[in-house]
Every structure is written in structure tokens, then in C-alpha cells.
């Protein structure tokens, strides 16, 4: 077991407290670290994540702060296709072995209301040096290339409430759908996509082309209706077969457009998912596929999805 010296007095500590006061006595070097690593540029909006980071560091960090500061300004993250474990942020990078496993869920802990920060974004942003925070719209973006990432995690909305693009799905939705299909056997509370509701419409639907295009038309999420949006949806409807999927991937690929987002970030719990903006509705379908669906209530401005 690790001693200390106290007053003159030598006193017996476990390991992870000894490494903690040893990182307070480091502080001066972490905070020259802090500073030099959170520009300007990487903060974007957030201009308090220093003293967030700084904590953090003090209680997770594992070697020294010249051993560290060497590993973080080489760790990059290559923004490409790829789903890991969260754990791999710290197992499969150059962070390997300078960090507390706790650092994962300190960092998954930071977020902010306005300027929103929702989990995760803080903790890609502190592990690699080549993200940092967007100035603009996407919630991170990669200092080199500039490209611009959408981070996502549990229950999240493809959809935008802020900006006017979108809209909500409602009652009168509902039943515009309802009438153009001749449904009339659904109770009020049911004036949503739920996957009853969308069995009915498949049946209502069968083979008409037509009325498919109607009613991909009404189940956008976008105050301004896109008729070439919904003739691409008619054909993958018909092709897989799967509503709520397909107005999923409707929103998905209408939201990563008007957001103007190069690359979509998702995580759950335990692993994050990165693929590229999709070119085609079929390419957010593909995306859609790794993702748990849930039904487009009332009030949302988008269907919501989960990594699975």
C-alpha cells in the first residue's frame, strides 16, 4: 500500500487515493494542460467545460501530465462507419492505460441545457483532439476537415423544434390520413403512428402507388412538404415492406439535410455508432436498420430512435 507524507508523518493510503492527491499536487501542470487543450476553437459556444474538465482529470487521471498531454494531442478520432463499445474510447485509442474506466461516465455526465450539450458530445470532444464543438449548427465538428457530426443518444428526436423547419405530429395528421385512406375504426387516444395504426394504413394502402405517395406526403415531419421525398419513400415502402421504418428514414435523411451535417454520432449505454450523412433515402434506411424505432406520438417533431 502506497504512503504519503503528512506533516512529517508517514501514513499507509490505497492506490486510488494516493494517485488522486498526487493529481491535486499536479494541479498547476494540469490546469497549463487544460488551457492549452480547450481552445477557443474547441470550446465553440462552451466556455465553461475547462473547470469540468479540469475535475475530472484531478479524480481519473493515472500517469503523469507530460505522459498524458503527449497521448491526447495524438488521439484522433477517424470519422468513418464504425460502431465500438464505449469502453474502446480508452481500450483501442492512445488514451490507453492514462485513465480511470470512471472517466467514461464523468464525462457521459456533462451536459448542458442552453447551449445544449447532450451526452456524449463532451466526451468526444475531451478525448479526441480533433473535435471539438460546432459554432454553428451539428453539435460537433471535426478542426480539421470542418466536417460537422450530429451526436444522438437514447430516445432522440429526428427532428428539430428551434429552427421552424419541422413540425409536429398531430391530431389533424392523423386524421388527414385517416380520411384520405377511408380509416374509421381508430379511437382518438390512437391518433398517432403506433404500430397498429400502422398496420391499418398498410392495409388501406395495398398496392396504390398513389395513395402511398399521399400519405408519405402527410407523415413527413416538415413544414415545408417534399413531393420528391415522398415518390423515393414510395419506392422503399414497397420494396421493404416497413412503414414506420420508412418514415423514419424520411426524417432521418430530411433532418441530417437541413441540419447540413456531414456524419451522424449515436450512442447508447454502451456503444456508439458512426456512419456518414446519408446520400439516399435507402442509405438512412440502412442507418434506421441498427436502430430501435419507437411510434411518433403527438407533440414530437420527429420519430425517436435508440442504438440497439
Not at 446520400?279 to 442507418?287: E, G, N, S
Request: aromatic share 10%; net charge neutral; glycine share 6%.
Amino acid at each position: 500500500m502506497p504512503e504519503i507524507n503528512l506533516n512529517g508523518k508517514s501514513i499507509n493510503v490505497d492506490q486510488t487515493t494516493a494517485q488522486q492527491m498526487k493529481n491535486l499536487a499536479a494541479k498547476p501542470d494540469l490546469t497549463a494542460l487544460v488551457n492549452e487543450y480547450w481552445t477557443a476553437e474547441k470550446l465553440g459556444k462552451h466556455t465553461e467545460l475547462k473547470g469540468d474538465y479540469l475535475e475530472i482529470l484531478q479524480k481519473t487521471l493515472l500517469v503523469e501530465p507530460e505522459i498524458f498531454k503527449k497521448d491526447l494531442f495524438n488521439n484522433r478520432f477517424n470519422l468513418r462507419e464504425v460502431r465500438s463499445p464505449i469502453t474502446g474510447i480508452l481500450t483501442s485509442t492512445k488514451l490507453n492505460g492514462d485513465l480511470r474506466t470512471s472517466y467514461l461516465s464523468m464525462c457521459l455526465g456533462v451536459t448542458t441545457e442552453r447551449p445544449a450539450i447532450g451526452k456524449g458530445e463532451f466526451l468526444f470532444a475531451a478525448s479526441f483532439s480533433n473535435l471539438g464543438f460546432s459554432k454553428e449548427t451539428g453539435d460537433l465538428i471535426d478542426l480539421d476537415s470542418k466536417a460537422k457530426i450530429e451526436v444522438k443518444g437514447i430516445s432522440a428526436t429526428l427532428g428539430n423544434a428551434q429552427n421552424g423547419k419541422f413540425r409536429q405530429m398531430s391530431g389533424e395528421t392523423m386524421r388527414t390520413v385517416f380520411r384520405t385512406l377511408e380509416i374509421i375504426d381508430v379511437p382518438k387516444n390512437e391518433y398517432y403512428l403506433s404500430e397498429n395504426v400502422a398496420k391499418k394504413i398498410k392495409t388501406a394502402i395495398g398496392l396504390d402507388q398513389d395513395k402511398a405517395k399521399q400519405i408519405f406526403t402527410y407523415l413527413q415531419n416538415l413544414r415545408k412538404e417534399n413531393e420528391s421525398l415522398a415518390r423515393d419513400a414510395v419506392q422503399l415502402y414497397f420494396d421493404k415492406k416497413q412503414l414506420i421504418r420508412t418514415v423514419a428514414a424520411m426524417h432521418l435523411y430530411a433532418y441530417m439535410k437541413l441540419e447540413q451535417d456531414d456524419f451522424l454520432l449515436i450512442l447508447n449505454d454502451k456503444e456508439f455508432y458512426m456512419a456518414k450523412a446519408p446520400d439516399t433515402l435507402y442509405d438512412a434506411y440502412d442507418i434506421i436498420d441498427k436502430l430501435s424505432v419507437k411510434p411518433w406520438h403527438q407533440g414530437e417533431y420527429g420519430i425517436k430512435v435508440t442504438l440497439r
